[in-house]
């Protein structure tokens, strides 16, 4: 069993940056993708940026502001938000493609106040 554990939501004023972690517990993990989606109340979750073995991609109201990384030697991945806008508030969930199976995160909130 993969548990993914994330961190660093909370609340920040619209223009303000945060920096999400997630990071999988066991280090013995052949990782396709990591990634972050989130969902919006009445919305439905949708993809933020993902970073495979040789590229990334980005939701189009992110490029340019949000920026993925991944260390893997640790099996974490990072999103590095800037500008943030009130409508990035949401709750961001860490993704993991291991192998056939997808694993996700219990969610972080991020507020962006105007």
């Known amino acids: 069993q993969v548990q993914l554990g994330e961190s660093g939501g909370g609340l920040v004023q619209a223009g303000g940056s945060l920096r999400l972690a997630c990071a999988a517990s066991r280090s013995d993990l052949n990782i396709n993708a990591m990634g972050w989606y989130r969902q919006a109340p009445g919305k439905q979750r949708e993809l933020v940026a993902v970073i495979t073995r040789g590229e990334t991609i980005y939701e189009e109201s992110v490029k340019g502001r949000f920026t993925i990384s991944r260390d893997n030697t640790k099996n974490t991945v990072y999103l590095q938000m800037n500008s943030l806008k009130p409508e990035d508030t949401a709750v961001y969930y860490c993704?993991?493609?291991?192998?056939?199976?997808?694993?996700w995160g219990q969610g972080t909130q991020v507020t962006v106040s105007s």
């Open positions: 993704n993991a493609m291991i192998g056939p199976k997808n694993f």
